[in-house]
């Protein structure tokens, strides 16, 4: 796959997923994710400390008129060039679509900026926010340089303060924000963040963290910007004694409710028109009305220029139409009403529609190679209340019953065309961590095989429909929960229904609105929960169908999650298999080498592959989206996945229209 040449340091490379294609290659992008002691890492960009600025027309009219500093006031004292496209110009406003419910990511998506980021080849970790960083040799301190002079949206200075405030009294504060992700811990302790200067912070750990830089730039590891010290303040009681009664006088339980609705992380994000960010585009119409529209306007502040000392992003705004279904949506599509989608317009059906849009000259059907490891996973939930069935999940004989009755090559046609072959959980081969029988076993559709192991296990009596009894008495029904909007994991859910049938398995199809599903999921009230099964480029980005170490989506037992985050104080106590695998995986976060690293990942590999928590069922097709031909500066090729999160790395403050 050749890899589009959209900016003059993408020339002559290629996408991650493309880096990976032999074995060499792969060692060395890997190899590249462990920093030497003190190495710092600089943007390759130039500086335009002696060039002119400029802004778009609309922001000219706000300066001439008195409402706004100067650009060269507004941007930092050297701000990062992004080389665009020739012909670039400002003006437009980017329609594209959401679900009406639990979408916020796809806002996400588009606009969210980190201390750092990935390139825009999707392969390696640059700088950004932070305009470089130096690491000591056991990654246990970094040491942060932000853009000198960076300003949040309202013009307020952006500094180490803010970080720190961020750090150590929101992420650390348990009561406040929940145990904190994996991610910004180590062998126990939360990382500590200290004010050297105004520009410069240091972030220390109790043991190494080598994953800091990736997961500063991933879709979850933005918590260090977020919190704006001179707004989020005001919330907080430590600072405003008068904080808990205006919460009590809005109807909250407290200050923390209040801190936590004005100064969200994640589901809130974008529902607050009146919190500063650091994005290329700040809210002006927010989530969380119906189906209005949520509207982003351009940052002012924003901290980067093209080439030609142009203030970007050069779109105005960016224009987020609400529909119920994922029909609804490709229906917009097909009517020239988005001029960018690549969320809910995938599937064989709707890329056969797309392409016929495509014909018509208006728009130009975009690939985003999959990068999961199957398209549909079945996450076994071996934390459920339902006693009888967690002591089932934990013997193998019964998820291999499981996973033997089922037929995936009939998935693979039916609801694929073909497009995929049956599969498990692990990377595809080739690949470094590649496990023949995380990858493989028991995907052979065997009836016989299923029902005699069913047997064996002592669930021989059935009731009046055939289905078989628990040894309580009650029926063995299995609740899935799966995203209504998820097409082609339904189709694939109802066929492995039948199949389960045939077993005397009874499986109940719970299609939710995404956000009703992740309620569901947090109070660990399901059986089995559907979504694809991440690895399929690198597992290690996402390992959390392996171990439980993913606060969300590990949902082979959140509770197990919990503990791991709390540290024994909160959720499920895990078995040993799981705890082995957590155990290792701290090991791999402060391993001193790529090799050693390696050697721990495919322990836990080992162990997942037993132990069977996941079952997958087919490779994952390419996706499929949809541009306007005339709007340009969009890769036409991108790999598709939420651990960049696509399309991020692509720069969306760069695209712009040509008429």
């Known amino acids: 796959m050749r890899w589009p040449a959209r900016h003059a340091e993408s020339v002559g490379k290629r996408p991650a997923f493309a880096l990976m294609r032999t074995s060499m290659q792969r060692y060395l992008f890997f190899l590249s994710r462990f920093w030497r002691s003190g190495l710092a890492v600089w943007a390759a960009l130039a500086c335009m400390s002696s060039q002119a600025f400029s802004e778009a027309p609309e922001l000219s009219a706000r300066v001439a008129a008195g409402e706004l500093a100067p650009v060269q006031r507004r941007l930092p004292d050297s701000p990062e060039v992004i080389h665009a496209l020739p012909g670039a110009r400002y003006g437009g406003s980017l329609r594209s679509a959401l679900l009406a419910s639990g979408d916020e990511n796809g806002v996400l998506r588009f606009v969210a900026q980190g201390l750092t980021r990935w390139d825009t080849r999707f392969e390696r970790i640059q700088p950004n926010i932070a305009e470089r960083w130096t690491v000591n040799r056991d990654a246990t301190e970094y040491v942060f340089s932000l853009r000198r002079g960076l300003r949040w949206s309202d013009g307020v200075p952006f500094t180490a303060d803010d970080v720190v405030f961020a750090v150590n009294e929101v992420i650390a504060d348990r009561s406040l924000s929940g145990p904190p992700a994996d991610r910004y811990q180590a062998a126990g302790e939360t990382m500590r963040a200290e004010k050297i200067d105004t520009w410069q912070v240091r972030i220390r750990f109790a043991a190494g963290n080598r994953l800091l830089p990736e997961e500063l730039a991933g879709p979850y590891g933005h918590h260090p910007v977020l919190y704006p010290r001179h707004y989020c303040t005001r919330f907080h009681a430590a600072y405003n004694p008068q904080a808990d009664a205006e919460a009590k006088q809005a109807g909250l339980s407290g200050w923390m409710a209040l801190f936590n609705r004005q100064c969200p992380a994640f589901v809130g994000r974008w529902s607050n028109p009146d919190k500063p960010t650091l994005d290329p585009w700040v809210i002006s119409a927010g989530l969380g009305r119906g189906l209005t529209p949520v509207v982003l306007q351009r940052n002012p502040y924003f901290w980067q220029v093209d080439q030609h000392g142009r203030q970007l992003p050069y779109l105005d705004a960016i224009r987020f139409e609400l529909f119920r279904d994922p029909t609804a949506i490709l229906a917009a599509a097909m009517e020239g009403r988005l001029d960018l989608q690549i969320r809910h317009v995938s599937g064989v059906a709707a890329r056969e529609r797309l392409a016929a849009l495509a014909a018509s000259g208006s728009h130009v059907q975009m690939s985003l190679p999959d990068v999961n490891a199957s398209a549909v996973g ?63 076993q028991f995907i052979r559709f065997d009836i016989a095989a299923a029902n005699h192991s069913l047997d064996a296990l002592g669930l021989t009596a059935r009731d009046a429909q055939g289905f078989r009894l628990l040894p309580d008495g009650a029926r063995l029904s299995l609740r899935a929960i799966v995203n209504s909007n998820a097409e082609q994991m339904i189709a694939t859910l109802e066929m492995v229904r039948q199949d389960w049938a045939q077993a005397g398995i009874e499986l109940v199809i719970e299609a939710l609105d995404r956000a009703v599903a992740s309620s569901r999921a947090r109070a660990n009230d399901y059986d089995i929960s559907v979504d694809v099964v991440s690895g399929g480029i690198d597992p290690t980005y996402n390992p959390r169908a392996y171990l439980a170490q ?68 087919v490779s994952s097709p390419a996706q499929t989206g949809i541009r306007a031909r005339r709007l340009q500066g969009v890769p036409d090729q991108m790999p598709g996945a939420w651990i960049w999160p696509t399309p991020n790395p692509s720069l969306p403050q760069q695209y712009f229209f040509t008429d």
């Open 550 to 617: 993913h606060p969300a989506d590990s949902r082979q037992g959140l509770p197990w999650v919990r503990w791991y985050d709390s540290h024994g104080a909160e959720g499920m106590e895990p078995p040993p298999a799981m705890r082995q695998r957590l155990q290792w995986w701290d090991e791999w976060k402060a391993a001193g080498s790529a090799a050693e690293a390696d050697r721990l990942f495919q322990r836990i590999l080992a162990i997942a592959a037993e132990e069977l928590e996941v079952l997958g069922t």
């Open 378 to 440: 079945l996450y076994l939930n071996h934390t459920t209340v339902r006693d009888a069935l967690r002591r089932l999940y934990a013997d193998v004989r019964f998820k291999a019953a499981l996973s033997q009755a089922f037929d995936r090559d009939a998935i693979a046609r039916g609801v694929f065309r073909g497009e995929v072959t049956p599969w498990q959980v692990g990377p595809p081969r080739g690949h470094r961590f590649y496990n023949e029988k995380l990858a493989s």
